[in-house]
């Protein structure tokens, strides 16, 4: 075995649980080509392959999987050992890995991630941004931040206590041109920036009024995968854009967007801070999680639940 066993250890599962070197590499902080030497390494050095690799796959083989299946709990209860003795640190430090979609990474990125950072230096934070929900836990994330609708039952949530909004926007130049909507069923007149969400599906404009609810498929010209590229096409004057209301309210009150059916899009459910319930979590973990606490509690969150609001934001 080499001297970075337990890093080598630790770098078959993450390909086990990944399928590929190149998102276990990610994970790990390494590079793909010295992930794969690491890995080569070892097979080397255990005599044995464990895995089959082509240009466009990775599979454990059979003596591989024999090998994960056994290291695997060895490692989990190494791992819970070292959270034990991270726990009782008097001064939070190490790394904690935090999984974000985009815009809930934005909104807590200086208030909160920063803020950290800067009241104890010793810890390093991974924070991963992506729109598919991930299990927290198999993915090797401490916490992980999402609407609070989208948050799996067994997970301790903590409220951020900012309620979410969405926000339909135009150019001053589009609606010059082409006039504003007025309700929600205006807008298939309209050109409007399509959104695909990350499971391939396209985003369907969501409104509610007075108890009344109703979903838009819109048409136009473009569809986009990524908030900030939707938000360029739109200041272009391509058309009428959908967006979560933090990625766009500077834009709004400098007059570069002007926002339109505003009635029909009322608060929903805000942002969480969730985590497994560990027995042991780091020093830095709880410093973390009590930092989220105080932050979220100095506003008061929305309690309204609007099923389905959010999802791949």
Known sequence: MTRNALTDLEAVIA???????????LDLGLSTTALSNAIGKLEASLGIRLFNRTTRSVSLTDTGQLFVDQVGPA???????IETARSRQATPSGTLRINAFAMAAREILSPLVLEFLRRYPDVHIDLVTEGRLVDIVAEGFDLGVRVADLVPSDMI???????????VVGSPSYFADHGKPLSPPDLTQHRCIRARLPNGALLRWQFEKNGRSIQIDVNGPITLDEATLARIAVLEGTGIGFFMEQDVVADIEAGRLVRVLEDWTPPFAGLCLYYPGRRNPSAAMKAFIAMARAWGGKAKPDRRRLSGRGAGR
């Not at 390909?15 to 590499?25: L, N, P, Y």
């Open 15 to 25: 390909i086990a649980r990944r399928g590929s070197f190149r998102a276990a590499a």
């Open 75 to 81: 490692l989990q209860d190494i791992q819970a050992a």
């Open 157 to 167: 949530a903590v409220s951020l206590g900012r309620s979410q909004r969405y926000a």
